[in-house]
């Protein structure tokens, strides 16, 4: 018993250390207000063109689900049906625009939250050996890395969104199912900065998180519910990078003592 008791408990612990992490990231960003605003740039860049996106989405929805919809012709609710697959296409296209900002959001703002990443980790003490790539060559990564990682979360999410017309399953299990696998995405991104600090390539860095996934879904998991809400999403981005760097430092790869 103790044996299946223990790894819950260690899971359970790992994702409020998660959720720790985030707040202590919030924290950071409050006693330092001047890297706060230094973050805000790209964030803001990347919410003016993801606010253009959406809207077009939110006016073209009906459409789409009618498109995606002509079986439904001969029905005599299907305006009633094709209302809810236009309300299901915003909502996967919000979730994943809220996947894919903190990706291009980094990308944009690569040298911007670099230099804060590496701020907050001067304030934790520093890296004793810290691996300093290229611009060109770190942001070329960071655009493939993303890339793949966009790959890998739809092979989860487009199963999910075709779930969601399930009914009950689709109210009930699905949003929670796309809470998680979104999070864990999410810190994916966040967390590829101070990772790529300490030398490590996408292969190790996913390895990595699935070895923690109780922070990791900790972590990932608020940041994707708090991002949900737009401006939310651009006030928090300067935070959850510095939440990042914490939970990285001190829950995924701690220095090793000498």
Do not use: N
Not at 97 to 114: H, K, N, Q, S, W
């Amino acid at each position: 018993m103790s044996d299946i008791v223990r790894p819950a408990q260690r899971e359970a612990g790992g994702f409020l250390r998660g959720v720790g992490c985030a707040f202590r990231g919030l924290g950071w960003v409050a006693r330092h207000p001047r890297w706060w605003l230094f973050g805000l740039i790209p964030a803001l860049i990347a919410f003016v063109l993801y606010a253009f996106a959406l809207v077009w989405l939110g006016t073209h929805a009906g459409g789409l689900a009618e498109w995606a919809t002509p079986f439904a012709d001969g029905w005599g609710w299907r305006d009633v049906f094709r209302t809810l697959v236009g309300i299901l296409i915003f909502v996967a296209g919000l979730a994943l625009a809220v996947l894919t900002y903190a990706a291009v959001t980094l990308a944009i703002g690569e040298p911007f939250y670099e230099k804060l990443s590496e701020k907050v980790e001067e304030d934790l003490g520093g890296l004793s050996e810290a691996v300093d790539a290229p611009f060109w060559r770190s942001l070329m990564r960071s655009i493939r890395d993303s890339l793949i990682t966009l790959g890998y979360m739809l092979l989860f999410t487009i199963p999910l969104f075709v779930l969601g017309f399930v009914p009950v399953i689709g109210q009930t299990v699905v949003p929670v199912l796309g809470a998680i696998v979104s999070g864990f995405f999410l810190s994916v991104e966040l967390t590829a900065l101070p990772l790529e600090r300490r030398g490590m390539g996408r292969k190790e860095r996913f390895a990595l998180l699935r070895g923690e996934k109780g922070a990791t879904l900790g972590f990932g998991v608020l940041l994707f519910l708090a991002f949900m809400v737009p401006l939310v999403a651009v006030v928090l981005m300067p935070a959850a990078v510095a939440g990042a760097a914490i939970l990285v430092r001190e829950r995924l790869a701690p220095p090793q003592e000498v």
